[in-house]
């Protein structure tokens, strides 16, 4: 099966500008999930959506979006980039049952997008 | 607030002894625990997981510990090789209907193992 693939892997932006990143998750996997990486704060969770709704969303500033469409592939978007907006933004996918209940916990990344905002 | 921790930023072990990394957690809610493996600017790669309803899971070289009552998990890795050198990070999730899937992850441990 093909992992967790994630478009583009290097992004280089300026200050103001809007960047949209697509995640394509594992065959069969219904959950997608986003994260932040940064020398700073570590990773943390952005959002998560399950059936093209967003379940879970961390704390982050509305500037922050994304979609789910219905083959499970993923969107998110920053708008109005800032500086400390560069960082590693890291999709994962898993597995859930028919009854949206997690019958895995089990994430699995993709390699991630490198922004960089200048 | 940070919800999971790992208090060792970096652990150097020789080849073919064991590696042990701590990691400790606050939220009484997370009942299910990972470790994931990750080299720089690449993805986490899952390593292992154990649920709140056990104290043990081995898969090969790699075994993690859970002690709920001190909120303490740790991996263990026998023997360890030069490959295994990269950050660790441990993970964890409050599993609920429909609630989503959060993970929390700690600060992450860099394991640098000798030849």
């Known amino acids: 099966k093909a992992g967790v693939t994630q478009t583009p892997r290097y992004l280089i932006k300026t200050r103001g500008q809007q960047v949209t990143l697509s995640c394509s998750p594992i065959?069969?996997?219904?959950?997608v999930s986003w994260y932040q990486q940064t020398p700073g704060q570590g990773l943390q969770f952005l959002f998560e959506y399950f059936s093209e709704t967003q379940r879970n969303k961390g704390n982050f500033p509305g500037r922050f979006s994304g979609r789910q469409f219905s083959n499970s592939r993923s969107e998110m978007n920053v708008s109005t980039l800032e500086l400390g907006d560069s960082a590693l933004y890291l999709c994962?996918?898993?597995?859930?049952?028919?009854?949206?209940?997690?019958?895995?916990?089990?994430?699995?990344f993709g390699p991630g997008t490198r922004l960089l905002v200048l | 607030d940070q919800q999971v921790k790992q208090n060792s930023p970096s652990l150097s072990v020789q080849e073919g002894r064991i590696s042990i990394l701590n990691c400790d957690y606050t939220?009484?809610?997370?009942?299910?625990f990972l470790w994931y493996k990750k080299y720089p600017a690449e993805g986490p790669t899952f390593l292992i997981s154990?649920?709140?309803?056990?104290d043990k899971n081995e898969d090969g070289r790699f075994t993690v510990f859970l002690n709920k009552s001190a909120k303490h998990l740790s991996l263990h890795i026998v023997p360890s090789q030069p490959g295994d050198s990269a950050v660790y990070f441990c993970?964890?999730?409050?599993?609920?209907?429909?609630?989503?899937?959060?993970?929390?992850f700690g600060g992450g441990t860099r394991l640098m193992v000798k030849p």
């Open positions: 939220n009484s809610m997370f009942d299910y």
């Open positions: 065959s069969g996997h219904r959950s």
């Open positions: 994962a996918s898993s597995l859930v049952s028919a009854t949206g209940f997690m019958d895995t916990e089990t994430q699995y």
């Open positions: 993970a964890a999730s409050a599993k609920s209907r429909n609630a989503g899937n959060m993970l929390t």
């Open positions: 154990i649920s709140s309803i056990k």
